[in-house]
C-alpha cells in the first residue's frame, strides 16, 4: 500500500509540474503565474541533457549558482525568478543545456492580464485590429503599447502556423505622444475576391518584454474589416455640385464592387452639421456657403462595412 501511496504522489507531483508550463518552442516555456500576493510560486522540475549519470554537473541562472546534480527543482512566480537557467560540467564549466522561462500574468478566473499591450477603444476594446482597404486579400494589423521599447519583441502570423496562408511584413512603430502604435501588412494567400468566404482568418499575435510574454488572438472574415480610403471629391462654385471619385486603393470593377456615399457640409456660420446620403458621384448642394467645409466618405454599398474617414475638404 505504502508503495502505491508513494507512486501515487509522485504521479500528481509530475502532473502538478507539467500543469505549471507550457512550451512555446524548443527551451522556452511559459510560466502561467496568478498575480496576486497569496497564489504559491509554480515548482518547475528541470533535468540536464546528459546521458553521464557520474558527470557532475550545477545550475546557473544568468550568474547566480541555483544547485548541483542532474535535476533542479525551480519556482517561478515574479519576473526575477524567469529567465535563462543552464546546466555545466564542474570541471570545465561547458554549458549542456537550457531552459529559458517566462512568465505570463493571470488572474484568479486564469485570464492574462495584458500591460504591454494597450486596448484601442473601437473595436470593442480589442488589442489587435485589423482593417483592409479592399478585397485584394491585403490588410492592415495595428497593435498599441505605451512606450516604445527596444527590449520589446512581436510576432503576428496566422493561427495555421508556418505553413498557414497569411504572410505579414515586420511591424513598423508609429509613436505618438505616450503611445506607441505598430502596423504590420498581411495578405492572404489564394484570396479570391468573388468567392464566398467560408472560413474566418485567425490571426495572433504574440509580445515579449525581456522576461514577460503575452498574446492575442483575433478571428474575422475580409468583408467584415473592410474599411475603404477615402473618396477623392471637388466642388464647383457656379452650380454649388459636389463630384467625387472611387478610391483609386478599392477593388474593380466598380459596377461589382459598388460603394455607397455621405457628404457632410458644415456650416461655419451657423457651427451645424448636415448629412446627405447617397449612391451617386455627385450632388448639388446650392444652399452652401462661401465658408461652409464639404467632405465625403464612402462603404460597401452591399456589405455593411466600416465607413471610411472623411475625405480632405472638396474645397
Not at 495584458?114 to 473595436?123: N, Q, V
Amino acid at each position: 500500500m505504502s508503495h502505491l501511496l508513494f507512486a501515487l504522489l509522485s504521479l500528481f507531483s509530475f502532473a502538478a509540474l507539467l500543469e505549471a508550463q507550457w512550451k512555446l518552442r524548443e527551451n522556452v516555456y511559459v510560466i502561467e503565474s496568478e498575480w496576486n500576493d497569496e497564489t504559491p510560486a509554480k515548482r518547475v522540475e528541470l533535468t540536464c541533457n546528459t546521458s553521464d549519470e557520474a558527470l557532475s554537473v550545477y545550475w546557473k541562472k544568468d550568474t547566480e549558482l541555483k544547485g548541483t546534480g542532474k535535476t533542479l527543482i525551480a519556482e517561478l512566480k515574479e519576473f526575477p525568478d524567469a529567465g535563462n537557467y543552464t546546466c555545466l560540467t564542474a570541471n570545465t564549466h561547458e554549458i549542456i543545456s537550457y531552459d529559458f522561462f517566462l512568465i505570463t500574468k493571470i488572474d484568479s478566473s486564469g485570464q492574462m492580464i495584458r500591460s504591454i499591450l494597450k486596448s484601442f477603444k473601437e473595436p470593442n476594446r480589442t488589442f489587435l485590429k485589423c482593417e483592409a482597404k479592399n478585397y485584394s486579400g491585403i490588410f492592415i494589423c495595428s497593435w498599441m503599447t505605451e512606450t516604445e521599447s527596444p527590449n520589446v519583441k512581436f510576432t503576428i502570423r496566422s493561427l495555421k502556423g508556418s505553413q498557414g496562408d497569411v504572410t505579414c511584413s515586420s511591424p513598423v512603430a508609429h509613436t505618438d505622444k505616450s503611445v506607441t502604435e505598430y502596423t504590420a501588412q498581411c495578405q492572404k494567400e489564394n484570396y479570391c475576391p468573388f468567392a464566398e468566404e467560408h472560413q474566418p482568418t485567425e490571426m495572433f499575435l504574440e509580445v515579449i518584454d525581456e522576461v514577460e510574454y503575452e498574446n492575442y488572438t483575433s478571428s474575422f472574415f475580409i468583408r467584415d474589416i473592410i474599411k475603404p480610403d477615402p473618396p477623392q471629391c471637388q466642388y464647383v462654385a457656379t452650380n454649388g455640385t459636389v463630384t467625387w471619385t472611387y478610391p483609386r486603393t478599392w477593388s474593380t470593377p466598380k459596377s461589382y464592387f459598388p460603394l455607397t456615399f455621405r457628404v457632410k457640409v458644415e456650416s461655419t456660420k451657423k457651427r451645424k452639421s448636415q448629412v446627405y446620403d447617397t449612391e451617386e458621384q455627385s450632388i448639388q448642394i446650392p444652399t452652401a456657403g462661401p465658408k461652409d467645409k464639404i467632405s465625403v466618405q464612402a462603404r460597401d454599398r452591399y456589405y455593411s462595412s466600416s465607413w471610411s474617414e472623411w475625405s480632405s475638404l472638396c474645397r
